[in-house]
Nanobody
């Protein structure tokens, strides 16, 4: 498994949750990483991105509530979600642009997704 997402669950509106995404420890290089989400009947959308240098980008809908971060030593990305709303309910997917090994070109990889449900 190249990307492993974890930490989803059920939380009440106004609550907090942190989800994680670990990229393969054997990857030669991990570049940009990001979180996307897909609610039932909707298209997958970008939530937040972070470069290897720590530059971040957020969707307007989560600015001021969500914080993306990463630990390059662990090839792990986090999404701290505060002040959650029912409309944040979705499957959250992580994506990483990385070079797995010397034989493969750098490319995007997706994690399996983790469910986040916010009750009203």
């Amino acid at each position: 498994v190249q990307l492993q997402a974890s930490g989803g669950g059920l939380v009440e509106a106004g609550g907090s949750l942190r989800i994680s995404c670990e990229a393969s420890r054997t990857a030669i290089r991990v570049n940009d990483m990001g979180w996307y989400r897909q609610a039932p009947g909707k298209q997958r959308e970008l939530v937040a991105e972070i470069s290897s240098g720590g530059q971040t980008t957020y969707a307007d809908s989560v600015k001021g509530r969500f914080t993306i971060s990463r630990d390059n030593a662990k090839n792990t990305m986090y999404l701290q979600m505060d002040k959650l709303k029912p409309e944040d309910t979705a499957v959250y997917y992580c994506k990483a642009n990385m070079k797995r090994d010397q034989w493969r070109a750098t490319q995007d990889y997706w994690g399996q997704g983790t469910q986040v449900t916010v009750s009203s």
